[in-house]
């Protein structure tokens, strides 16, 4: 394997405006509705069955909801997972505050505390999917398509993975913003910090 | 007592997020852990919590939990024995 | 494909503000870990190992009057600083810095009428690189208590693949009333200073640190070669390990297979061994399935307490130490072992040829990373 290998990007996923858009098809729309409720309707009418999804925080949620639709037809277990956002957890860490706030009403909730780490989301998805493969959770204030491509070429052509699962998955306070694509050595869309920004604008 | 354990129920479908289950579906001495409700480590970590929040119990030992958590009987049980609240 | 190496190590930890200072304490079994009763609003005693905070503001005082940085700033700030100061080069695009947190400024969030943006890591990481004037943008890494020496690896992998020739990594977390509640609503602390590996053992001990290095493909005065990593998840549970070691056990394998070594040339591995009862077991494990078990190993923990974000790089500072003076340092807190397998752990400190040595960590969400070092002859 050389450093130089050219890979592809072989599937997109947007989550965004109460919207899931799969390889440019819209899969599934609502009016507007906060996180939570968006999330669950989205859930039921993916036809998951999954418990737990309701024990993950809004962070997980949105991924997972993001890999689900990347990974509903994917054989590769071999499949690492790079991820990044603006906000890491501080959506769920908030929450997390306010249970140790006050003195005197002080119960700091374990399952809250849990989701104040942003490689969690990753965790449940590795879990769902029983990837165990390669995983990092990178903070930037933007998606930042040149670091993305450049890792994700470098765990594939290293032989540190075969494909890799790449997301940026942002949430804060009801705003979230998700686009996730994989990447593989064979596909027609070439994977680059161009073709990156160019779907990520679309 | 009865009371109590419907309390419970609900507390633990609101405060363990068990999206898809009625108060209808838990039986009084189903296994909370393992096979029947399939709650786990957190689960168990967050029903300490509730005991000392919700009825004023601070287990001085974690590890009683196992005991404690078998079923709704079980901790029903225990909470009105050792409640503060 | 480039060799890459590690050639400026430094750290600011309870232990002291150089590694020098911290190697000292370490061979005098001096430990970073006392009693502390006002680290929460409850006021409940914990051990922990804090920095202080009057040597903190006068070594931070000695280098900068600026009195706007955060208190984890100024620490990551003195723990690069030594290191920045004898590059040479010019601090271009082809030098990369890299910081690994997992809470960064958190504490941030307890001032109520704060703005949230001084909680976000990468205003964190701006804070540090405007300091020192770097001009790539900062890449923030934030994976559990894998993130510090996760941050060797992909610094390691960033300049194999040809992005950069040179990286600053530097690591830290701060002990916070958010880390110490929400360790203690897992029931994960223990009363007492931790004891990795040990039957008695009971549950973490929290610490806070920074530490810094500074990664590159020049070897000259390279302090150690990073041959070979792996960073594989359990796929098991977003807070318990895997029973089998899983991960641990497919990223050194991993590492491994890259470094083109095998367990018998391995001469010592600092482990995580947080000292609760499911790690440093799984750990024991995860050796076991590799023939690693009678390679002498460690935990710093006991010296530093867990710290988080920090632990990975910092340990492996040490660890670097353990190289160059051919030193395995005792496991502090260690008596009697606590785990089903048998394992090597160090219980006194004392001298080893060292050529390799294997760093390992594991964190919440099933993380796991392993990163092989060779002695630089």
Redesign the interface.
């Known amino acids: 394997m050389t450093l130089e290998n050219q890979n592809y990007i072989t599937a997109i996923c947007s989550i965004r405006n109460n919207e899931i858009i799969l390889d440019g098809k819209l899969v599934f729309k609502t009016e507007t509705l906060d996180f939570s409720d968006f999330s669950k309707k989205a859930y039921q009418h993916l036809g998951i069955s999954y418990p737990k999804f309701f024990k993950m925080d809004n962070l997980s949620k949105l991924a997972f909801l993001g890999a689900e639709m990347l990974l509903q037809n994917e054989q590769e277990s071999d499949m690492a997972l790079v991820f990044a956002n603006r906000s890491s957890s501080l959506d769920t860490d908030v929450k997390y505050q306010k249970s140790i706030a006050d003195t005197a009403n002080y119960f700091p909730s374990p399952a809250v505390f849990v989701y104040t780490l942003p490689n969690i989301c990753i965790g449940e998805i590795s879990i769902r999917h029983q990837l165990k493969s390669e995983n990092s959770f990178f903070i930037f204030d933007a998606f930042n398509p040149q670091l993305m491509a450049n890792y994700a070429d470098v765990l594939i052509n290293t032989g540190k993975a075969t494909k890799v699962l790449c997301g940026w998955t942002e949430i804060f306070n009801e705003e979230y913003n998700a686009f996730l694509y994989l990447v593989a050595a064979e596909g027609t869309l070439t994977h680059n910090k161009h073709s990156l920004e160019t779907a990520y604008n679309e | 007592m009865e009371a109590l354990k419907q309390e419970l129920k609900g507390k633990i479908i609101e405060v363990l997020n068990l999206e898809d289950i009625t108060v209808a579906d838990i039986n009084d001495d189903d296994a909370l852990f393992g096979d029947g409700l399939g709650l786990d480590s957190i689960d168990a970590l967050e029903l300490i919590v509730m005991l000392d929040k919700d009825y004023g119990i601070k287990l001085t030992d974690p590890k009683d939990g196992k005991n404690i958590f078998k079923s709704i009987e079980t901790m029903a049980a225990y909470i009105a024995a050792n409640r503060t609240k | ?1 480039n060799e890459v190496f590690i050639t400026g190590t430094n750290c600011i930890t309870p232990l002291g503000f150089d590694v020098t200072t911290n190697i000292d304490n370490i061979v005098n079994g001096v430990s970073g870990i006392r009693q502390h009763q006002h680290l929460t ?2 006021g409940l005693p914990f051990y922990a190992a804090a920095v202080d905070n009057a040597e903190l503001d006068k070594a931070f005082a000695a280098i900068s009057s600026e009195s706007s940085y955060s208190r984890l700033e100024k620490m990551m700030i003195l723990a690069l600083s030594p290191i920045v100061r004898t590059f040479q080069k010019p601090l271009n695009d082809k030098t990369a810095f890299i910081l690994s947190t ?3 400024n ?1 504490a941030a ?2 001032n ?1 009428d704060g703005h ?1 943006e001084s ?4 205003q964190l ?1 701006k804070n540090v690189a405007a300091f020192f004037q770097f001009s790539a ?1 900062p ?6 208590c894998v993130s510090g020496v ?1 941050a060797i690896s ?1 610094a390691k ?2 300049i ?4 950069y020739e040179n990286a600053f990594v530097v690591a830290g977390d701060e002990l916070t ?2 880390v110490l ?2 360790f ?4 994960a602390m223990s009363d007492e200073p931790c004891k990795p590996y040990s039957k008695n053992r009971k549950g973490v001990t929290l610490g806070e640190a920074t530490a810094a290095v500074l990664v590159t493909s020049n070897c000259e005065n390279a302090k150690a070669k990073i041959i070979g990593d ?11 390990p895997s029973r089998t070691g ?2 641990l056990f ?1 990223s050194i394998e ?1 590492a491994m297979k ?1 470094a083109k070594i095998g367990p018998q040339q391995i001469d010592y591995i600092s482990a995580h061994g947080t000292a609760t009862p499911f790690n440093d077991e799984m750990e024991a494990v995860a050796l076991n399935r590799l023939h690693l078990q009678n390679v002498p190993m460690n935990s710093l923990k006991g010296f530093y307490g867990h710290t988080l974000g920090a632990s990975g790089l910092l340990e492996t500072v040490i660890g670097i130490e353990s190289l160059l003076q051919n030193k395995l340092f005792q496991s502090l807190g260690y008596d009697e072992s606590g785990v089903s397998q048998s394992i090597n752990v160090i219980e006194k400190t004392s001298e080893k040829n060292i050529q390799y040595f294997l760093k390992t960590a594991s ?5 796991n990373t392993a990163v092989i070092f060779e002695k630089v002859n």
């Open positions: 494909m609003k409850m997992t809470k960064g958190i969030l307890e109520t949230i909680a976000h890591l990468s990481a943008e890449i923030v890494i934030s994976n559990a996760l992909v992998r960033l194999q693949s040809g992005m009333e958010f509640s929400g203690s609503s897992f029931q792996g960073s594989i998840n359990d796929a098991n549970h977003i807070s318990g899983e991960g497919r991993s890259e964190g919440f969400g099933g993380c």
